[in-house]
């Protein structure tokens, strides 16, 4: 009702687009935003990682291994030098280093790790930039 009422329409049909966007994929979930500080996660680490061979199924083997692991919150391929970036969450210092020398690192086939631990978050946006159109 509170959408409906946002975008000018009666809630029937707004439920209706609504289900159609879900139906259709452009609407996957929902979420909450959880502070991660909250939860004891004070540590975000971005990790580019090089992997020895860039066959299919060594890329694939390597996104099933990262699949497995709650830490990481989100993995992209990259083109160029790194292969992928890890977006990691930890509790404290020694949680990652713990997770970096026997999970990450000791992976197979993974050549290199490069970390950079963030200082502070100035900008989060979910989703991407969108226009009024008529869904």
């Given at each position: 009702?509170?959408l409906?009422n946002?975008?000018?329409?009666t809630?029937p049909?707004?439920?209706?687009?609504?289900?159609?966007?879900e139906?259709?994929g452009?609407?996957r979930?929902?979420?909450?935003?959880?502070?991660?500080?909250e939860?004891?996660?004070?540590?975000?680490?971005?990790?580019m990682?090089?992997?020895?061979?860039?066959?299919?199924?060594?890329?694939?083997?390597?996104?099933?291994?990262?699949?497995?692991?709650?830490?990481?919150?989100?993995?992209?391929?990259?083109?160029?030098e790194?292969?992928?970036?890890?977006?990691?969450?930890?509790?404290d210092l020694q949680?990652?280093?713990?997770?970096?020398?026997?999970?990450?690192t000791?992976a197979?086939?993974?050549?290199?790790?490069?970390?950079?631990?963030t200082?502070?978050?100035?900008?989060?946006?979910?989703?991407?930039p969108?226009?009024?159109t008529?869904?």
């Amino acid at each position: 009702v509170e959408l409906a009422n946002r975008v000018g329409l009666t809630a029937p049909p707004c439920l209706r687009r609504v289900r159609a966007l879900e139906e259709s994929g452009v609407i996957r979930a929902y979420h909450a935003e959880i502070d991660s500080g909250e939860l004891g996660f004070a540590i975000t680490v971005f990790a580019m990682v090089s992997l020895r061979s860039q066959a299919e199924s060594d890329l694939e083997a390597f996104e099933a291994h990262v699949a497995e692991l709650p830490e990481v919150r989100e993995c992209y391929m990259l083109n160029g030098e790194i292969d992928f970036i890890l977006k990691i969450v930890a509790r404290d210092l020694q949680s990652f280093q713990r997770f970096l020398t026997s999970k990450l690192t000791a992976a197979p086939n993974v050549s290199s790790v490069k970390t950079s631990l963030t200082i502070r978050r100035s900008k989060h946006l979910a989703g991407v930039p969108i226009e009024v159109t008529d869904y």
